[in-house]
C-alpha cells in the first residue's frame, strides 16, 4: 500500500514563530556570542569538547534563508552552518573532559545550558533545511517501488560493492606527495564521528516499535563493545589516532574538518534526531555497513603502508568484520520485517536515505581528496603570486581587495572561500597552514592561491604583517 | 527484474523486452518512468503532449488525456541523481534491456 505524505512545507500555510527568518538571524547571532565558539589563538583545541571556534562575527553577513544548491555546498556558508548544526546536535551527547573538570566546568555549563539550549533549538531546524533541502532536488524517488523491486534495487548494491576494488581514499592517500600527511589528514575527517561512534545510532533507541527496536540495538551494543571498554569502537579508534601521533580526544582537530566531512557527520544526525525520518536512517545505515566493509579492509592496508607495522588498524579490521554482518542484519532484520509490517509505502524513504548516505559520501571522498591535492600543491600555488600580483597590478579592472594589518600570533581560524582568491604579503612573515601541521611560510613579496573551497587558516610570525586578500575569481585568467 | 543505470541526460527512453518506458517530469525535480502505453487501447504515450498544468498527457492516437497520477501509480521504480538514473525493470524474459535504442547490460548478480 503507498502512503500518503504530507504536503511539502513550502505548500503549507507560513505561521510566523517557525518561518520568520529575521527571528531566526537574531536567534543565530545571539547563540554565537557565546564565548566558547568565539577565535582562538591555536589550531588545535586540547581536552575542552565545549569550545569550537565558529565565527560567529560573520554569521551576521550569510543568508541561511535559501536552501543550498549543489554547487554551494563547500563554500563558506555552507562551512559555517555544519560546524554551527554539529555543535547543536552534540549539545544532546555527554561529553566530558578528561582532565581537569574543574576548570572546564563554566564551558560545560554554558554548552549545556538554558540559554544555548533555547537558541539552539530555534536555529537547528533553519540550519537543516539550508543544509539539506537540495538533497529533495539532487535526488528523486519515484514509480511503484515493491519488495521484490527493492530487494533487487539493493542486492545490486551489494553485488556492486563485493566487486568493487577502489577506495577513493586510500587512493588519494597513496597517490599523496605526503602520504603520511594525507593519511593524518584522512583519520581526523573521520574523527570527528567515529571518536563520538554510534551517537547518532544511540538517538534511535528509545520508544517503542516492536522488533525492529531489539534488532538496532544489537547492532548498536556491537558498536559499543557490549560493555566492555576497551573494544568499543571509538576506544579502537582512539587507539589508531594515537598510533600514528594523533590525539584521541573528540574534536581536537574541530578547525581542520572539511566542510563535506562535517556534512556527512550532520546528516546522519539529521535522520536520527527527527524521528520522523526513521525509515530515511534505516536506508542510510544498511548504504553505510555496506559500503564501510571493503572501505575499511582497503583503510587498513593502506595505513600499514604509509606508517609500518606499529598503526594500530584494529578498528578499520573490526569493521571490515563485523559489517558483513550488519549490512545483513539491516537488510534481513530491519529493511524487510519494516516493509512488511509497514506497508510498501515506506520503501521510497528508505531508498532516499541510502541515496542521501551514498551521495553525500561521494561528496566527502572527493573533497579530501581536492584538499590533499591542493595542500600537496603548496610551492606551486605560492611560486604563481608574484606573477597573479604582478598581473593585478598592471591591470585597469582590479578584483576586489582588501587589506589585513596583524600583530604577532593572531591567528585566523581555519575557513573557506567561494572564488579563488590571492593572498599576497605587503611586510612581516605570515604563516599560511593548509592542514594539520602542514603550512608553508610567506614573506614580503610573496603570496599564495587559495583555491575555491579549500580550508585554510595563518597564524602571524613576525611583529606585524601586512597582507592583502585579492577576490580573483578564477585564478587561471590571471595568469596570462 | 533487471537494475539498469542510465545517463538521463542522454537517454529517456527505456525498453525491457516487449514492455518499454519513457522519462516525465512536470517540475524538473520529480521524474517519472512510466509505461509508453496508453492504458486506452495501447498508443504511444511517449509521443504525446504533456500538460503539466492539467496533470494529464494526451494520447495521439484518441486524444484522450490520461491522468499523470495514473501512470504514476505503474511507474517503474526509479532514482535520480546528478548525473546518473536507476530504474528497476521488469524481467526481460531473455530479451535484451535497451535506452534509447542501445543495448545495454542490466546489473549482474
Known amino acids: 500500500m503507498q502512503h500518503k505524505k504530507r504536503p511539502r512545507s513550502d505548500e503549507r500555510p507560513k505561521i510566523p514563530a517557525v518561518d520568520d527568518y529575521d527571528f531566526f538571524a537574531r536567534c543565530l547571532e545571539e547563540f554565537g556570542e557565546s564565548n566558547l565558539f568565539a577565535d582562538i589563538e591555536t589550531w588545535l583545541v586540547e581536552d575542552n569538547p565545549y569550545r569550537r571556534p565558529l565565527r560567529p562575527h560573520v554569521f551576521k553577513y550569510l543568508d541561511f534563508g535559501k536552501p543550498l544548491a549543489r554547487e554551494e555546498l563547500l563554500t563558506y556558508t555552507s562551512l559555517t552552518a555544519c560546524r554551527t548544526l554539529l555543535t547543536i546536535y552534540e549539545s544532546d551527547f555527554i561529553l566530558l573532559p578528561r582532565r581537569d573538570l574543574a576548570s572546564k566546568r563554566a564551558d560545560l555549563d554554558e554548552f549545556y545550558g538554558r540559554r544555548a539550549q533555547v537558541l539552539g533549538a530555534i536555529v537547528r531546524p533553519w540550519l537543516e533545511s539550508y543544509l539539506f533541502g537540495f538533497l529533495d532536488d539532487a535526488i528523486s524517488i519515484s514509480g511503484r517501488w515493491t519488495l521484490s523491486s527493492m530487494r533487487e534495487y539493493f ?105 563535506s566531512s562535517l556534512l556527512l557527520n550532520n546528516y546522519y544526525n539529521y535522520v536520527c534526531r527527527n524521528h520522523g525520518r526513521f525509515f530515511r536512517y534505516i536506508g542510510a545505515l544498511f548504504q553505510a555497513e555496506t559500503g564501510f ?45 519494516a516493509v512488511e509490517m509497514f506497508g510498501e509505502g515506506i520503501i521510497p524513504d528508505i531508498v532516499r536515505g541510502f541515496e542521501e548516505g551514498k551521495f553525500l559520501t561521494g561528496i566527502a571522498n572527493q573533497d579530501f581528496l581536492d584538499q590533499v591535492v591542493w595542500s600537496d600543491g603548496s610551492a606551486h600555488w605560492k611560486l604563481l603570486a608574484p606573477a597573479i600580483h604582478r598581473n593585478i ?88 | 527484474m533487471a537494475v539498469v543505470t542510465f545517463d538521463p541526460g542522454h537517454a529517456r527512453f527505456v525498453k525491457a523486452g516487449s514492455r518499454s518506458f519513457f522519462l516525465s517530469t512536470t517540475d524538473g525535480r520529480v521524474f517519472h518512468l512510466l509505461r509508453t502505453t496508453c492504458p486506452h ?40 541523481r546528478p548525473g546518473s538514473a536507476t530504474a528497476v525493470l521488469p524481467d526481460p524474459g531473455g530479451e535484451p534491456i535497451t535506452v534509447d535504442g542501445r543495448l545495454i547490460l542490466a546489473t549482474q548478480r
Open chain 2, 41 to 80: 487501447r495501447g498508443g504511444p504515450l511517449h509521443l504525446g503532449q504533456l500538460d503539466a498544468s492539467r496533470g494529464v498527457i494526451r494520447c495521439p492516437w484518441h486524444d484522450n488525456d490520461i491522468p499523470l497520477r495514473c501512470l504514476e501509480r505503474d511507474a517503474a521504480p526509479l532514482v535520480m
Open chain 1, 293 to 337: 566493509i571493503e572501505m575499511c579492509r582497503r583503510m587498513a592496508d593502506t595505513l600499514r603502508k604509509v606508517f609500518g607495522p606499529g598503526v594500530d588498524v584494529r578498528y578499520f579490521q573490526e569493521h571490515a568484520h563485523i559489517d558483513q554482518h550488519h549490512s545483513r542484519m539491516v537488510f534481513d532484520k530491519m529493511i524487510l520485517p
Open chain 1, 155 to 259: 542486492e545490486s548494491f551489494v553485488a556492486e560493492e563485493r566487486r568493487r576494488s577502489d577506495c577513493s581514499m586510500a587512493t588519494a592517500i597513496l597517490t599523496s606527495d605526503n602520504p603520511q600527511h594525507a593519511a593524518r589528514t584522512c583519520l581526523v575527517q573521520l574523527a570527528g564521528d567515529f571518536l563520538l561512534e554510534s551517537s547518532a545510532m544511540g538517538r534511535n533507541v528509545g520508544g517503542s516499535y516492536g522488533p525492529l527496536q531489539s534488532e538496532m540495538f544489537k547492532i548498536l551494543i556491537d558498536e559499543l563493545g557490549y560493555g566492555v571498554h576497551r573494544t568499543r569502537h571509538s576506544s579502537l579508534y582512539e587507539a589508531t589516532m594515537e598510533s600514528v601521533g594523533l590525539a584521541s580526544m573528540p574534536h581536537t582537530y574541530w578547525q581542520f574538518y572539511l566542510t
Open chain 1, 393 to 480: 597590478e598592471q591591470s585597469r579592472e582590479k578584483p576586489k581587495v582588501q587589506r589585513f594589518i596583524e600583530p604577532r600570533g593572531e591567528l585566523s581560524v581555519t575557513h573557506v572561500h567561494d572564488g579563488d582568491e590571492l593572498c599576497f604579503i605587503q611586510s612581516g612573515i605570515m604563516r599560511f597552514v593548509t592542514g594539520h601541521e602542514r603550512s608553508v611560510l610567506l614573506h614580503a613579496g610573496e603570496g599564495t592561491v587559495i583555491r575555491r573551497n579549500r580550508l585554510h587558516g595563518a597564524i602571524i610570525e613576525s611583529e606585524e604583517c601586512t597582507y592583502d586578500i585579492h577576490s580573483i575569481g578564477d585564478y587561471e585568467q590571471w595568469l596570462s
